[in-house]
């Protein structure tokens, strides 16, 4: 959209946090104890309780029937004939029998058509959560542990009941983790697993499902197709394998025994906990991610919400009553995920009617796959692989985008690849958290200058235009200050205003330091006692420096020390009794230093979020160093301290201002306010009391009007709401406000700061401290 040129022109009072605060009614937030809510008991939360937990009774009795039903029942049914053969097949990822890939693919659908909140996620067996099952049943039930001491072959059948043992019991435990989490509200776990760690994931355990499938297809050209057709593949092979007798004459390795019905619940085996509760997180967090990325993406494709942690409830439940009946743990199928969308799927109906088809196999038309080679099975897992193999593609497209993303991709790839899964998972969890915290140390620091004609700054270095105002510098850091980056921050701060702060107070200690011993060895050469230099009233006032203590401590005062003088300060005395007062003896120019080409320095804490112990430290260590070489320090921007619900971009927002909003200065329009103009700045005038701004930029179409409210355009990002003090209330914790850093160093934006600079461009040292 073609942006049009507008003025904006906005007259309003220079404000600082104390005047903001009392403009907008600030108070502090008191802490509403929700736990007491808890415990209360009525019709309506009841009702709530139950609709929040049951979700199906809230969209059920509404379903309609005439425009859904139809494409419901034929999404049901295309998925239901992927799910048959993806069932049998990842059964086998698992080191289970197939049939139990049918049970999996039977009870947890269905308990996630009660209990689920996305309309569209094909909940059932998938390759990742089957291979990541299959390395837990392996390890703990390996065919080393069942060979037959007559012949030292493989007792299949007590090998195969120990692994299914080791499933079941490891679904139980999955879905106590996630039903744990989500009723704790944990769902969001999830936002530590990026997208590039999720894909990367998921594409080196396809890599890994490949490779445990050669064994079975070695030697055998199959034809690469996939989808409904599946079924058709199915039923031809087995009817091959049936008409040849491909298991007696050739001993090709098929199905077998598929018993018909449904198994009674077994429960599961506590003795295994202890060994399986680290595989269990990790297959808990990473079925969690894959179907709630999913979830999210279909929600937001159709418009309805998702709920991170009723869905991390409805996943534990599926686990976890599946797991009685001796399901294995599922998640979420990208690709009958996809069908389910595509083809007229609304609801989670069509899953139920998947659920009902895979039902009907299993008591009746089970026993019909029985001779279907093992071969066919690995064929569909790795025709189903396709879809993630294709995420490689993933490496070119993050080097061009983001290459600390394609960092991530690449370790979490390498790291599952070459440790376990849930080794692998847990090497790429921390590394990227390591890698925030990293990014977090190396922010991008700035010098600002404002763009001509605004009230907005921006970094020096990569706006030509924008030019520093003459006597003040603002300083901005991209990330937050915290304690990893407090140091780095303080540093890159003086560096930046091109002045060694740390020199020149150590030269300015050395150089008093000098004076004080002078005058003390002139008042002992000359000996004359205190009493008689105080009845003379010969004495002059120098600002020192108390003790190295004081520094240590972070006071931001000077001290006044008062030294008697001899004969020869007698003599100073007199020719200095016209003076009013004494000269100040501790000034950079007194004492022959370099003074810094600014008076003013303002800090933009539009990033800041949090405030810790450290922040707090390092903030007034900042105005201690540099009022002791004579630069005021200034605060502004800080969004946190009263961001409301305006929208806004980094470095730009707009919100309103009632007209009548007490303390409100905007009556005349720019060409009628007077005042004196801002040095070099044109477009903007300034009055002691107030500020005008004219802003000659663009607004992306036309602005509505709003009754009763003038419009107002933010420069540096800020947002104009009502406070809600978050980042101030947490200053004030720390009691960071005290007699020589108050909230008049604190301002609404940078630029309140830099015209309250220009307005007192040089200050005396605050509140010397009288030393004898």
Not at 377 to 383: G, K, M, Q, R, T
Not at 720 to 743: C, M, R, Y
Request: with cysteine; net charge positive; proline share 5%.
């Amino acid at each position: 959209m073609e942006l049009r040129r507008r003025d904006y022109h906005v007259e309003r009072p220079l404000l600082n946090q104390e005047q903001l605060e009392e403009l907008g009614s600030r108070s502090s937030a008191t802490g509403t104890l929700q736990w007491r809510t808890w415990f209360r008991c009525s019709h309506a939360r009841a009702r709530a309780l139950l609709l929040q937990y049951f979700p199906v009774l809230a969209w059920l009795p509404q379903y309609p029937v005439r425009d859904w039903l139809l494409g419901d029942l034929l999404s049901g049914l295309s998925v239901a004939i992927m799910q048959l053969p993806q069932g049998l097949a990842y059964a086998l990822l698992a080191g289970l029998p197939p049939v139990f890939g049918l049970y999996s693919s039977f009870y947890p659908v269905f308990i996630y058509f009660l209990f689920g909140t996305s309309r569209h996620i094909s909940v059932g067996t998938f390759a990742v959560m089957s291979v990541m099952v299959g390395s837990v049943t392996e390890s703990l039930a390996p065919d080393e542990a069942f060979l037959q001491a007559s012949n030292s072959t493989v007792d299949v059948a007590a090998r195969d009941a120990a692994r299914v043992q080791v499933a079941s019991t490891l679904s139980v435990l999955v879905g106590l983790l996630q039903v744990g989490l989500g009723l704790v509200h944990f769902g969001f776990v999830v936002t530590y697993l990026s997208e590039p760690l999720v894909r990367a994931y998921t594409t080196a355990a396809s890599v890994q499902v490949f490779v445990s499938q050669l064994k079975y297809v070695f030697g055998l050209h199959l034809s690469s197709r996939s989808g409904p057709l599946s079924l058709i593949y199915l039923i031809g092979a087995t009817g091959i394998s049936y008409g040849v007798g491909l298991q007696h004459r050739f001993g090709v390795d098929v199905v077998g025994k598929i018993p018909a019905g449904l198994v009674p619940p077994v429960a599961p085996s506590p003795q295994l906990f202890a060994r399986l509760v680290g595989n269990a997180f990790a297959i808990a967090v990473v079925g969690f991610a894959i179907a709630i990325s999913l979830g999210k993406i279909f929600a937001l494709r159709h418009g309805y919400r998702v709920d991170s942690n009723q869905e991390l409830v409805a996943l534990g439940l599926s686990n976890l009553i599946g797991g009685i009946f001796q399901c294995f743990p599922v998640s979420c199928s990208m690709s009958r995920s996809l069908v389910q969308e595509s083809t007229g799927g609304n609801t989670q109906v069509a899953g139920a009617i998947s659920s009902l088809f895979i039902l009907i196999i299993i008591v009746k038309l089970g026993e019909l796959f029985q001779d279907l080679p093992k071969a066919v099975l690995a064929a569909v897992i790795i025709v189903n692989l396709k879809g993630m193999l294709m995420q490689f593609t993933d490496i070119c497209s993050l080097w061009k985008a983001n290459r600390v993303d394609l960092l991530i991709w690449l370790v979490t790839f390498v790291a599952t690849i070459l440790l376990n899964l849930d080794l692998g998972l847990a090497v790429a969890v921390v590394f990227s958290l390591l890698l925030v915290v990293v990014r977090t140390q190396l922010p991008h620091y700035a010098v600002l200058g404002q763009v001509p004609d605004t009230d907005i700054y921006r970094d020096v270095a990569e706006y030509s235009e924008a030019r520093e105002v003459p006597g003040v510098k603002v300083f901005r850091s991209s990330a937050t200050m915290y304690f990893a980056n407090a140091e780095l921050y303080s540093d890159m701060l003086k560096q930046r205003c091109g002045v060694n702060v740390d020199h020149l107070i150590s030269q300015k200690k050395k150089l008093l330091r000098k004076q004080e011993l002078k005058l003390k060895r002139l008042q002992k050469e000359n000996k004359l006692p205190k009493q008689a230099a105080a009845s003379k009233g010969t004495s002059i006032s120098i600002n020192v420096n108390t003790s190295v203590t004081d520094i240590e401590s972070n006071d931001v005062e000077g001290s006044k020390a008062k030294v008697s003088a001899g004969t020869e300060l007698e003599d100073t005395a007199a020719r200095g009794q016209e003076d009013a007062k004494a000269p100040d003896m501790s000034s950079l120019k007194t004492l022959g230093l370099p003074q810094p080409d600014f008076h003013s320095l303002i800090l933009d804490l539009s990033s800041l979020s949090f405030v810790d112990t450290v922040c707090l430290k390092s903030l007034k260590n900042i105005f201690r160093d540099f009022r002791e070489i004579e630069v005021e320090v200034y605060m502004a921007a800080c969004h946190c301290a009263w961001g409301g619900h305006s929208k806004s971009s980094p470095g730009r927002g707009w919100g309103f201002w009632p007209r009548n909003l007490p303390g409100s200065t905007r009556k005349k329009s720019f060409s009628e306010t007077g005042g004196q103009r801002c040095p070099g700045r044109e477009g903007s005038r300034v009055k002691s009391w107030g500020l005008a701004i004219s802003l000659r930029g663009g607004g992306q179409g036309d602005i509505p009007p709003v009754p009763g409210c003038s419009w107002g355009f933010c420069g540096s990002g800020e947002t104009n709401s009502l406070p809600t003090a978050p980042v101030v209330t947490q200053l004030e914790a720390g009691h960071f406000f005290d007699a020589s850093i108050t909230k008049q160093h604190l301002f609404a934006s940078v630029h309140d700061a830099v015209i309250f600079a220009l307005q007192h461009p040089r200050s005396s040292p605050v509140n010397p401290v009288l030393v004898s």
